[in-house]
DNA sequence: TCTGGGGTCCTCTGTCGA
DNA sequence: TCTGTCGACAGAGGACCC
């Protein structure tokens, strides 16, 4: 194949199919992982459980409605990470250049792989082999055409397609379809009359850029037409790290917010250190009872990672904030992560 | 129907120094 | 000395993704 060629991996109802393999007496049961307070969502369903209508991001009040009979399972990421450092060693040994990207997909550049669909092929049947896990796989020049074939024939999908050909073949699809383009976006879209991808591609570059400014509107319409260059990366650099929390019942006392505030420092403190990072950017979320977010940060002169450095910036954020309205998620991030040196380390250690 | 947690990236705006 | 401009950076909000 002449030029560049991307496969795109993607596991099938990654969470629940790793819990099948042991609890294999719910096969064919529809399996919901979810968590389980009181304004959990939906983590991943099996295809049993959405042929109810059950979705990822749903609440899971509604998908027992839904669907009543479904097993809940609540998330075990711990089991989860461990399952998909499997898949991915396996996938690093079948190629080199692999973008690993959350737990449960990765993009693969087979550019100059000899036979790089039977090569996909033979890695389906031994991810299949070695973990009892099914996958999807695109194939395509970009990115984007292998990321949307991979999703085109889920589960156990294996799609390989030009650009040319996704054109034609997602010409009538939604806009919603091609990933970079959200709900916002679509509803946004069809404020113009723009409903499908072909519709999309061709509307006068103007009018769009009216509603979207150029940059974004020239965006669209590549995604439109499937044009992407964006190369397949190894490292994916860490920028932020967060904790963040959404309580059962929405709270107002300062207090308590300052309480809540001080564990989840707390908790982000202990993963930086564990990672030997740190950051000057110190940040909170604050989701009011409207679902309104707002966010406030302070960048300070060096990076920190411990909690008596960070405690303090965010609740000073915090409290000059002053929450207005009763408020039901609390966050706190530190971003312009940097690693540690040695020498700082040896101050980590001498503050632990 | 009532919306998690943990991320990235983009845009807009204000500030500040050259 | 004053004013305007420009770029860098920070902060806030939002869209989007898994």
Do not use: N, W
Not at 52 to 79: I, K, T, W
Not at 190 to 206: D, I
Not at 270 to 285: N, V
Not at 328 to 334: A, C, E, M, Q, S
Request: overall charge positive.
């Amino acid at each position: 194949m002449a030029g560049r060629c991307v496969a795109h991996l993607d596991m099938d109802a990654f969470y629940v199919s790793v819990e099948l393999r042991r609890r294999p007496e719910l096969r064919g049961r529809p399996v919901i992982v979810a968590g389980t307070g009181p304004r959990s969502v939906v983590t991943t369903a099996s295809y049993e459980a959405r042929r109810f209508g059950v979705g990822s991001a749903m609440p899971a009040a509604r998908a027992r409605r839904l669907c009543p009979q479904g097993v809940f399972l609540a998330p075990d990421f711990a089991y989860y990470r461990e399952a998909s450092r499997q898949v991915m060693a396996i996938v690093r040994a079948a190629v080199d250049v692999v973008e690993v990207v959350g737990l449960d997909e990765a993009y693969l550049d087979l550019t100059g792989v000899p036979g790089p669909v039977a090569a996909m092929r033979r890695l389906v049947a031994e991810i299949e082999r070695a973990t009892a896990l099914g996958c999807s796989i695109g194939i395509g020049p970009s990115r984007l055409v292998a990321k949307v074939a991979s999703d085109a024939e889920k589960p156990r999908g294996f799609v390989v397609l030009s650009r040319e050909q996704a054109c034609r073949r997602f010409a009538e699809a939604p806009c919603g379809l091609v990933p970079g383009i959200g709900p916002k976006t679509v509803e946004r879209l069809r404020g113009l009359g723009v409903e499908t991808l072909s519709a999309l591609g061709a509307v006068p570059a103007t009018r769009l850029a009216e509603r979207f400014g150029p940059r974004h509107a020239a965006e669209l319409q590549r995604r439109a037409r499937f044009e992407d260059d964006s190369p397949v990366t190894e490292e994916r650099k860490v920028v932020s790290e967060s904790r963040e929390l959404t309580f059962d019942e929405d709270i107002r006392d300062l207090e308590r917010l300052e309480a809540i505030l001080g564990q989840l420092v707390d908790r982000l403190c202990d993963g930086l250190i564990a990672q030997r990072r740190r950051g000057r950017t110190i940040g909170i979320k604050v989701r009011l009872d409207d679902f309104s977010t707002h966010t406030r940060a302070r960048t300070l002169a060096d990076a920190v990672a411990t909690a008596d450095r960070v405690g303090p910036v965010a609740q000073d954020l915090l409290r000059r904030f002053a929450p207005p309205r009763p408020v039901r998620l609390l966050g706190v991030r530190v971003a312009g992560l940097e690693l540690s040196d040695r020498d700082d380390d040896e101050q980590l250690q001498l503050v632990l």
